[in-house]
Each structure stands twice: as structure tokens, then as C-alpha cells.
């Protein structure tokens, strides 16, 4: 029995910086490879492996039109991250809070003499 193929975690995908700078692009429009690659100074057999990873994260889509795959960012997955991203700035906005409250207690007035 053959082991099924592994998928790329979102956080693990989004991880990388070029392949950030892959979805900030592929955002606004669908793009072919060779298209994509002159973004980058990177070769496009970089791009295309970076490409790969995004797709088994299922953050990009490809579609074949002739000769050429096209790509584009399907935001869905990164709802994920948005979630954990959310927990962690509630519990910074708490902790920010009980600092601030803490450093706005009134501090005793100076009575002494001197």
C-alpha cells in the first residue's frame, strides 16, 4: 500500500519569505510562471518548487490554459492563521493591559521633607 502523499503545512508554507512575497502577488491577479519569475532572482525552477509547497498548503491554485499553468492565491487556508494570530493579540492586549495598569498606579506622594 503506497503512503499517502504529505501536505504542507499552511504555517510551514507561509514560513519561507519568497513564497510570501508569492501570495502578496498572486493576490491580485492570475499569473503564469514565467510571469511570476521575473519577480524574483531566483531561477524558475525555484519558483516553480515554491509554487509546489504553496499548492499542497492549498494556498495557491493552478489551472492549465494551453501551454501554460496559471496561478493564483486561494486565501481560504490562511483563515488558520488568522485564528491563531487572533488567540495571540487578545493575550498580548491582556498582558498590555495589566501593564499599563500597573505602571498608571498611583504612586505615593513625595511628603518628605527635606
Same mark, same amino acid.
Given at each position: &500500500? /503506497?503512503?499517502? /502523499?504529505?501536505?504542507?503545512?499552511?504555517f510551514?508554507? $507561509?514560513?519561507?519569505?519568497?513564497?510570501?512575497?508569492?501570495? !502578496?502577488?498572486?493576490?491580485?491577479?492570475? +499569473? #503564469?510562471i514565467?510571469? $511570476?519569475?521575473?519577480?524574483? #532572482?531566483?531561477?524558475?525552477?525555484?519558483?516553480?518548487?515554491?509554487?509546489?509547497? +504553496?499548492?499542497?498548503? %492549498? +494556498?495557491?491554485?493552478?489551472? =492549465?490554459? %494551453?501551454?501554460?499553468? =496559471? *496561478? !493564483?492565491?486561494? #486565501?481560504?487556508?490562511?483563515?488558520?492563521?488568522?485564528?491563531? +494570530?487572533?488567540?495571540?493579540?487578545? *493575550?498580548?492586549?491582556?498582558?498590555?493591559?495589566?501593564?499599563? /495598569?500597573?505602571?498608571?498606579?498611583e504612586?505615593?506622594?513625595?511628603? %518628605?521633607? &527635606?
Amino acid at each position: &500500500m /503506497a503512503a499517502p /502523499a504529505l501536505r504542507h503545512d499552511v504555517f510551514q508554507a $507561509i514560513a519561507d519569505p519568497t513564497r510570501r512575497k508569492l501570495l !502578496r502577488l498572486l493576490a491580485d491577479e492570475e +499569473l #503564469p510562471i514565467a510571469a $511570476i519569475s521575473e519577480h524574483f #532572482p531566483i531561477s524558475r525552477t525555484a519558483v516553480n518548487k515554491h509554487l509546489h509547497v +504553496l499548492s499542497d498548503a %492549498g +494556498l495557491v491554485r493552478s489551472r =492549465r490554459t %494551453g501551454r501554460e499553468t =496559471r *496561478y !493564483r492565491l486561494r #486565501p481560504e487556508p490562511l483563515a488558520e492563521v488568522r485564528e491563531w +494570530l487572533v488567540f495571540f493579540e487578545a *493575550y498580548w492586549e491582556d498582558k498590555l493591559s495589566l501593564l499599563k /495598569a500597573f505602571v498608571e498606579q498611583e504612586e505615593p506622594a513625595d511628603t %518628605g521633607n &527635606m
